[in-house]
């Protein structure tokens, strides 16, 4: 299941909740910390994969020695 960063909007913690995509705009998130329903979610693509950016990754590196 995917991982969606949140952060509180009152205690401003941020935090992850781990949920199935079908759940993202259903599912009532609260902050851990605090309790409060006032959260937002946060735009994050650090699961982000593509091959066609580790080949230009890779190239460049090879390129540097």
């Known amino acids: 299941m995917p991982?969606?960063?949140?952060?509180?909007?009152?205690?401003?913690?941020d935090f992850i909740i781990e949920m199935k995509m079908s759940e993202v705009d259903k599912k009532k998130v609260s902050c851990?910390?605090?309790g409060s329903k006032k959260v937002s979610r946060n735009v994050t693509n650090n699961t982000f994969w593509s091959e066609s950016i580790d080949r230009y990754n890779y190239s460049k590196t090879q390129n540097n020695e």
Do not use: L
Not at 6 to 12: L, P
């Open 3 to 13: 991982n969606y960063d949140h952060t509180c909007e009152k205690c401003k913690k």
């Open 32 to 34: 851990p910390e605090c």
